[in-house]
């Protein structure tokens, strides 16, 4: 089973961080004997309960409750989304006499396919803002605070809806309507945001690129979607560090153009961290976004959407091929992103939420905009990077704006905790009360520290186990509900049912303890409907495996509790700081240096980012390999990909790849390689020259 062969399982277990002196049982000498190590371990996988105080006032509040919700969701699944669906505004209601979802998830009876809602119409945008701004028009809807400490900018609902229709009415006015593409290239402005509630309410598809990705990723991205408008900035601030955003885009404009895509109109939100008169400027295709979105009248009629018209694309890295456009749809999305952020996030009217994810991710979409949205919740939109002007920024910013929910990822805590508590006690956190996790397994002592200084062991955590393609929360904590053990993402949420499939038989496990790869069973309403483009590249990616699930990608583990531990990715997908990268999108990016041959990416652990990039590379005949080559290649990762994904390590293979006589690379050598198990490589007889580990053993460090 591909578990155990790439290394990561009980990853979640395995790390060591250095941890506050408290936490730490080492003696004085400096040497941890066995039993301390063991009272360690126990105490960091002690089971966490929460408070009487927070249970008390939770909108689930018991194991019993949990139970029987759940098991409603499941056995009368109309009757229970029937119950959420109606918190929300639906312009015609669905049919209620028929089924609320179908779907087929087995190949081998046809086309896969998935609805829900049948007939009804509705609007995102009109649930997210319209709703707010007639009830509450003064009311806080973004909380936005720029790079600097000085820049910040309250957007109430009224003005929220404001900018939403006149960015719609310009859409409109360049005719741009249902159906049609839209690309969004910006930093975490409140543009950002109003370019995706624009889109939604006018049913226009949005295609949020992270304004990360290189010009060569936003190019590819263009081709597949066809967009006729980009919505961008000019530039933005990463700490201390300018990024020209324009520029990128400028670059990925022209890739695309040279591969027969048009697009229309780019709208430049005039940046201060980049003066536009600075920017390369096209008069037949720029335009400045407070000439022709400012100047738009400020009400603007939604258009109503079928339950299963397109809301957005966002594009996925998977173990093979091109990055996928994953589609979500309107009612479903809606439903689920509602539910979850109600239940999960134990939503309340006076609640100030901060999820610190980029709108460019599925995290932001559905936990940075649509979820809290639909929910009237008070989101604070952060533009900047934690550690800057210092290491203290994310507290600060709790601080400040009184935040109550905090959700971001295991990466960013791990990063934080080198900096010591006395940053983290010398702020304000009163006012917090539940923390969450996403994007890679949270290791128990990163969580303990999370839950002891930035919690103050009041607030439960919930680590939420999701992916782009789930759409919404799928196994994750109820917080005033579950006991936490730290480390496991404890249960499926409503209406999701997961199982564990043995990889080799491909057969169900039996109920009760085990571990294998994680599948869903049945449809849930915001689950994605099809890889934009390609459905068969849907059906094959997540429906072929394991005929008659839903195949996550990800194995785990089911204790005796019946709670789930996510443990990593089976497939060629590597987790980088909560950041999906496809080790074929490395590999084919590397050897697009002319003097690259071969390469072969894997991944291996790193204590701050869960897992980073070691690519194994061959040169072409004659190529000497120079530290400077290796800057080369890191560059040529990080122009074409972006820069998240430039690797960590690069080694040679001087005289080629682990193959088998097939021509297969034995990709468990090179794992084990890179995790310097040396030891573990075990039988290498069937590869066509065993030879070539030693070379690439005796090369290590080169
Ligand atoms: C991983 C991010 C363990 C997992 C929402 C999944 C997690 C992939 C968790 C999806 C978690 C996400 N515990 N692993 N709480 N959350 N993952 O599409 O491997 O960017 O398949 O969605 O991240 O990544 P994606």
């Not at 980049?274 to 258009?303: F, G, H, M, R």
């Not at 950041?579 to 390469?599: M, N, P, Q, W, Y």
């Not at 005949?621 to 400077?628: C, M, P, Q, R």
């Not at 682990?658 to 034995?666: A, C, E």
Request: glycine share 8%; charged share 25%.
């Amino acid at each position: 089973f591909g578990n155990n062969d790439h290394g990561i399982a009980g990853r979640a277990r395995k790390y060591r961080v250095t941890l506050d002196p408290r936490m730490d049982s080492t003696s004085p000498t400096g040497e941890a004997s066995v039993h301390d190590d063991a009272m360690k371990e126990s105490a960091l996988n002690a089971t966490v309960y929460p408070p009487a105080s927070f249970v008390n006032n939770a909108h689930v509040s018991s194991l019993k409750q949990y139970n029987d919700m759940y098991r409603e969701s499941v056995d009368r699944p109309a009757k229970f989304w029937g119950k959420i669906a109606d918190e929300l505004y639906w312009h015609t209601p669905y049919d209620k006499s028929k089924p609320v979802h179908s779907f087929n998830f087995d190949v081998r009876k046809g086309p896969i396919s998935i609805s829900w809602f049948p007939g009804g119409k509705t609007n995102l945008c009109y649930n997210a803002v319209d709703r707010h701004a007639a009830s509450d028009p003064k009311g806080t809807a973004l909380l936005w605070e720029g790079n600097e400490t000085n820049q910040d900018e309250v957007v109430t609902w009224a003005q929220l809806k404001e900018r939403v229709c006149q960015l719609a009415n310009y859409l409109r006015s360049v005719g741009v309507g249902k159906g049609d593409n839209v690309t969004i290239y910006l930093p975490m402005v409140p543009h950002l945001v109003i370019s995706m509630l624009a889109c939604a309410r006018i049913g226009a598809v949005h295609s949020v690129v992270f304004a990360g990705f290189s010009a060569d990723a936003l190019a590819s991205r263009l081709v597949d979607s066809k967009p006729k408008v980009v919505l961008t900035s000019t530039g933005t601030m990463r700490g201390a560090k300018p990024i020209p955003i324009k520029k990128v885009v400028d670059a990925g404009i022209k890739l695309s153009k040279d591969k027969g895509v048009h697009v229309e109109r780019v709208v430049v939100y005039d940046h201060p961290a980049l003066p536009l008169a600075q920017c390369n400027w096209d008069e037949s295709i720029d335009a400045n976004w407070s000439d022709v979105v400012d100047t738009q009248p400020k009400d603007s009629p939604v258009e109503w959407m079928d339950s299963e018209d397109p809301l957005f694309r966002l594009y996925t890295s998977g173990s093979t091929g091109t990055p996928k456009g994953v589609l979500h749809t309107t009612g479903g999305y809606m439903v689920g992103t509602y539910a979850t952020f109600k239940y999960v996030f134990d939503h309340k009217p006076d609640d100030v939420f901060w999820c610190t994810a980029d709108a460019g991710w599925i995290t932001g979409h559905s936990y940075l905009a649509y979820g809290p949205l639909i929910a009237k919740a008070k989101c604070v939109v952060f533009e900047g990077v934690p550690t800057y002007p210092d290491a203290g920024r994310c507290w600060d910013i709790v601080d400040k704006y009184g935040v109550t929910v905090f959700y971001t990822a295991p990466t960013l805590i791990r990063s934080l905790i080198r900096f010591g508590d006395d940053v983290v006690n010398s702020r304000d956190l009163s006012t917090l009360r539940l923390l969450g996790s996403v994007g890679e397994p949270i290791n128990p002592e990163a969580w303990k520290w999370y839950h002891e200084v930035v919690g103050k062991r009041k607030c439960p955590i919930v680590d939420t186990w999701w992916q782009t393609e789930t759409g919404a929360h799928m196994i994750t904590p109820l917080p005033g509900a579950f006991a936490q053990k730290p480390g496991s993402a404890s249960r499926p949420f409503f209406g999701v049912v997961p199982t564990l499939v043995d990889s080799q038989t491909g057969k169900e496990l039996p109920p009760g303890p085990g571990e294998g790869v994680l599948c869903i069973k049945g449809a849930w309403p915001s689950m994605m409907r099809t890889v934009a483009g390609n459905h068969q590249r849907f059906e094959e990616t997540y429906f072929s495996t394991y005929p008659g699930f839903y195949f996550t990608g990800d194995g785990a583990r089911r204790d005796e509790d019946g709670y789930f531990w996510i443990t990593g990715r089976v497939d060629d997908v590597i987790n980088v700081s909560g950041h999906r990268i496809g080790t074929a999108e490395v590999e084919s990016a590397l050897v697009e240096h002319d003097k690259c041959a071969e390469a072969a990416v894997v991944g291996y652990e790193h204590d701050i980012k869960g897992q980073a990039i070691y690519a194994f590379v061959v040169m072409k005949e004659g190529v000497e390999f120079t530290a400077e080559m290796k800057k080369e290649l890191v560059m040529t990762v990080r122009s074409i990909v972006g820069a998240f994904a430039a690797p960590d390590t690069i080694h040679w293979c001087p005289t080629g790849l682990p193959k088998t006589r097939s021509g297969k690379i034995m990709r468990r050598i090179l794992r084990k390689i890179a995790a310097h198990e040396e030891d573990g490589i075990g039988d290498t007889s069937t590869l066509a020259d065993p030879a070539v580990v030693n070379t690439i053993l005796e090369w290590r460090g080169n």
